[in-house]
């Protein structure tokens, strides 16, 4: 029996929210580590805060008044919101003033944003159709913020000949997450999934092969290897 274009979405749809889970729980390891150490060391909030707006916004994305049929897309961005909630509660507790400064700041700003989007698709756009292009507009560029965050470190990699802090498993994730849901974007043409998990999977290409590279790092004369900052998404 031949499945339809629709069943195949929908089976693709599901290996994406699990492959969209592990992308997710990546940075646990990151966070562990903090609690153990009783400090964020090097590590910076911004990823989680950028992983944060983008699942706000994808799923008032998938939310039926906006782009009907998209309860996959709901369902894995909630679960990533919630992991991220919990990242940045652990980062909050164990940073300094400066770090939970800028992280109240950001997140209230992502809700102030997040509020304006809302109230402007509601009152303003009266199509679904209208309602689609708009916010799948802002959540391609949050998901491409998203996708991109880890490459912060990029320059620090290429400056220490070093990928020991580059997230593996993260990069990984990111990349076999972008194919999967550029791939249901396919199936059911949906430029807006298409266009961010597609630059997505160009971006943690790109940290894999810097993985590649780097992945032997020199020796350091005297003194044993310093921390240096993991960036990690999502």
């Excluded at 939310?63 to 909630?78: A, D, E, K, Q, Y």
């Excluded at 849901?181 to 266009?195: C, E, G, Q, R, V």
Aim: net charge positive.
């Amino acid at each position: 029996m031949v499945m339809s274009v629709n069943s195949i979405r929908f089976v693709v749809g599901i290996i994406g929210n699990v492959l969209s889970f592990f992308l997710f729980m990546s940075p646990a390891p990151t966070f562990i580590r903090i609690v153990k150490n009783k400090s964020v060391e090097e590590f910076h909030p911004y990823p989680y805060l950028a992983s944060t707006m983008n699942c706000l916004m994808w799923i008032f994305y998938g939310l039926p008044f906006v782009h009907p049929n998209s309860v996959l897309v709901v369902s894995i961005n909630s679960v990533g919101l919630f992991l991220q909630i919990i990242y940045l509660l652990i980062f909050f507790i164990y940073t300094g003033k400066k770090y939970r400064l800028q992280i109240v700041a950001i997140l209230c700003a992502e809700l102030v944003g997040l509020a304006a989007v809302v109230a402007g698709t509601m009152l303003g756009l009266h199509t679904t159709a209208r309602r689609t292009t708009v916010v799948g507009v802002l959540a391609t560029f949050f998901g491409i913020c998203m996708y991109a965050a880890p490459l912060s470190i990029m320059w620090k990699v290429i400056k220490t000949k070093s990928a020991e802090f580059l997230p593996k498993w993260l990069s990984i994730a990111c990349f076999l997450n972008g194919i999967c849901w550029s791939i249901y974007a396919l199936l059911k043409l949906d430029p807006y999934i298409l266009i961010g998990n597609g630059i997505g999977a160009a971006l943690a290409l790109l940290q894999l092969i810097l993985l590649v590279v780097y992945r032997n790092p020199p020796p350091k004369e005297g003194k044993k290897p310093s921390t240096v900052e993991l960036h990690n998404v999502v």
